[in-house]
């Protein structure tokens, strides 16, 4: 198994919207770890932490996210791989 790891800044209409609290969900369907939270500037920050195969599935629905939710634009950066070992919002 691969694992992969990588910080994700998703911008548009994204907080108040459910879209932490969605992201975790399908996180969790995909077994991945890490964590979700708002920022000052009205983006939500995600840490993703998991198999390949999987981060791959859950970025590609960061593209759309929750039915509210208008996402504009998603900055990814590959980081170092660490060890959570649960999926977190705040």
């Not at 999987?54 to 660490?82: C, F, M, S």
């Amino acid at each position: 198994m691969k694992t992969l790891a990588f910080k994700v800044i998703v911008s548009g209409h994204v907080q108040g919207v459910g879209f932490r609290y969605f992201t975790q969900q399908e996180a969790l369907r995909y077994a991945i770890t890490g964590h979700a939270k708002n920022l000052e500037n009205g983006d939500v920050e995600c840490l993703l932490y998991g198999d390949a195969n999987n981060i791959t599935q859950l970025l590609h629905w960061l593209e759309t996210g929750p039915p509210r939710a208008r996402v504009d634009n998603i900055i990814k950066t590959a980081i170092t791989y660490h060890d959570h070992q649960q999926f977190l919002c705040f």
